[in-house]
């Protein structure tokens, strides 16, 4: 694997090593590809912005973020962001990592998906979130430049990345859409789940079982 990529230098240690064999052991190459161009970006805007981050548990949070989606992790009843976590957890628990980078790390992949609160978390979560939103969506697309997409793009290829990517999430929960609610995971379920109809916290309200 190469060790630069866009002047950003991707986690060599034996923990990161190990983080990666297991994403290559349970996931596929669009996890994988994915997973490394949201560490890259992540880093890159860290490194724009001037903030101080961990490079090693940044890398390892960006490999755990959708490991929930795979075969080898999935729940049978939790979001597989939360799968994702505990998969992470597990992982550094096992080699003797400190408690603080432990839910440093959970937090990150737990609530990557969750906008509007994780961007407001440690400096590890925040920058993942940003580079999740910019492979997957764009978000903030001209803050890096066009030379350095490449680059990454290079390294780690798309192969239609955004048409595939919807239905590797659909796979990961769509035995369990109910973990979707409140998410926008639900979107992926309303456009691709035959059947699914999304709830309505309006209609949930108006008819609990409250009396009056």
């Known amino acids: 694997m190469t060790n630069f990529v866009a002047d950003i230098k991707i986690p060599d240690s034996q923990l990161a090593r190990e983080a990666a064999e297991l994403l290559r052991e349970?996931?596929?190459e669009l996890l994988w590809n994915h997973s490394n161009r949201v560490f890259l970006f992540a880093a890159m805007k860290g490194n724009l912005n001037q903030i101080q981050y961990d490079s090693e548990l940044l890398y390892i949070?960006?490999?755990f973020h959708d490991i929930g989606l795979t075969p080898a992790y999935r729940?049978?009843?939790k979001r597989?962001?939360?799968?994702?976590a505990n998969a992470a957890r597990d992982f550094l628990r096992s080699r003797g990592v400190p408690e603080d980078s432990v839910?440093?790390?959970w937090d990150a992949v737990a609530l990557h998906t969750t906008i509007g609160i994780v961007e407001y978390k440690e400096a590890e979560a925040a920058l993942m979130n940003f580079g999740v939103g910019y492979d997957v969506v764009g978000k903030n697309f001209d803050l890096i430049s066009a030379e350095a997409r490449q680059k990454v793009v290079e390294a780690f290829p798309r192969d239609r990345f955004k048409h595939d990517i919807l239905h590797a999430f659909l796979e990961g929960f769509k035995h369990k859409p109910e973990t979707t609610y409140g998410?926008?995971?639900a979107d992926v379920c309303e456009w691709l789940l035959p059947g699914y109809k999304r709830p309505n916290f309006c209609h949930q309200v108006l008819h609990s079982k409250w009396d009056e």
């Open 75 to 77: 729940s049978a009843d």
């Open 26 to 28: 349970h996931g596929d």
């Open 183 to 185: 998410t926008i995971n």
């Open 61 to 63: 949070s960006s490999l």
């Open 103 to 105: 839910r440093l790390v």
């Open 80 to 84: 597989f962001e939360v799968d994702g």
